[in-house]
C-alpha cells in the first residue's frame, strides 16, 4: 500500500499569489515525521520543512508552512507569495518511527511539479 | 564545507556491464542511503546503512549491491541484473536527532544504458 500519496501531478500558480500543494500518509506508527522537499530542474534535493507527530503547531518557515491535520492524515505544504524560482517538483516524505532505535528511512510520494506564472 | 559528493554526475553504461556509483560524505554521520529516481517519478529506496560494515536492504534491492567499509563511504554497483537501470541515483546521509534527522542528499548521478 502506497504509504505517501500526493494527488496532484502539477500546479500552476500566478506569481505572489499563495498554492497548496496535497499529501496524505498512512502508517501505523505513532511516532512519525513528515517532510518537504524541493526539487529543481538540476536534481538537488532542497530540504524545506518538517512537522513531527507531536508537534501541535504547524510548522513554518518563512514562505513555506505546513497544514498538519493529524487525524485526517494529511501534511499539505502551503506557499505564500510564490516566485518565478519556486517552479520545481515538489515531493512529500514521511519518515516512520522514533524513540532513538533508528535512524529512519524516508519514504516519499510521486511529487507534484509546481509551475509559476509571470 | 560539509556535504555529499557523489560521482561521476553522468555515467553511461552498456549492456551487461557492472558499475559502480561513488558517494561520500564528510558529516560524520552514522547512516546512509541510496535512491533511485525515475523521471517524473517519486525516490524509491535501493539500500540503506546505519553502521559501518551492516546494510539493509531497501525496496528495490534486486541487481544492487553496496558496501559499507568506512563511515564515510557508501559506493552502489548496478550489476547486469539490473534490468532497467536507467535512472537518477541520489545518496544521501543522516545523523540521529530527535525530530527532524537532518538528511542531506548528494547532487546526484544520472546513469544512462547505451
Known amino acids: 500500500a502506497q504509504k505517501i500519496t500526493q494527488t496532484q501531478p502539477g500546479m500552476f500558480v500566478q506569481e505572489k499569489e499563495a498554492v497548496t500543494l496535497d499529501c496524505t500518509y498512512d502508517?501505523?506508527?505513532?511516532?512519525?515525521?513528515l517532510f518537504w522537499y524541493k526539487q529543481p530542474s538540476s536534481g538537488e534535493m532542497i530540504f524545506l520543512i518538517y512537522?513531527?507527530?507531536?508537534?501541535?503547531q504547524n510548522a513554518t518557515e518563512g514562505r513555506y508552512s505546513l497544514n498538519f491535520q493529524k487525524a485526517r492524515k494529511s501534511a499539505n505544504l502551503v506557499i505564500s507569495a510564490s516566485q518565478l524560482g519556486d517552479s520545481a517538483m515538489y515531493f512529500c516524505?514521511?519518515?516512520?518511527?522514533?524513540?532513538?532505535?533508528?535512524?529512519?528511512?524516508?519514504?516519499f510520494g510521486q511529487g507534484t511539479i509546481l509551475t509559476v506564472h509571470p | 564545507d560539509g556535504g555529499i559528493t557523489q560521482s561521476p554526475k553522468y555515467l553511461f553504461r552498456k549492456e551487461g556491464q557492472n558499475v559502480t556509483l561513488s558517494c561520500e560524505q564528510n558529516?560524520?554521520?552514522?547512516?546512509m542511503y541510496w535512491y533511485r529516481q525515475d523521471p517524473g517519478q517519486g525516490l524509491r529506496l535501493i539500500y540503506y546503512?546505519?553502521?559501518?560494515?551492516?546494510?539493509q536492504k531497501g525496496d528495490i534491492a534486486e541487481g544492487y549491491s553496496v558496501s559499507r567499509e568506512k563511515k564515510e563511504s557508501f559506493p552502489l554497483t548496478v550489476t547486469s541484473a539490473q534490468k532497467n537501470p536507467t535512472a537518477f541515483y541520489l545518496c544521501?546521509?543522516?545523523?540521529?536527532?530527535?525530530?527532524?534527522?537532518?538528511?542531506?542528499f548528494g547532487s546526484g548521478t544520472r546513469l544512462t544504458v547505451v
Open positions: 544521501a546521509s543522516s545523523i540521529f536527532l530527535w525530530g527532524n534527522y537532518g538528511y542531506t
Open positions: 502508517t501505523s506508527d505513532q511516532s512519525y515525521g
Open positions: 512537522q513531527g507527530s507531536y508537534d501541535e
Open positions: 516524505a514521511m519518515r516512520e518511527g522514533d524513540g532513538g532505535t533508528s535512524y529512519g528511512k524516508l519514504t
Open positions: 558529516l560524520n554521520h552514522d547512516a
Open positions: 546503512s546505519q553502521i559501518v560494515n551492516d546494510f
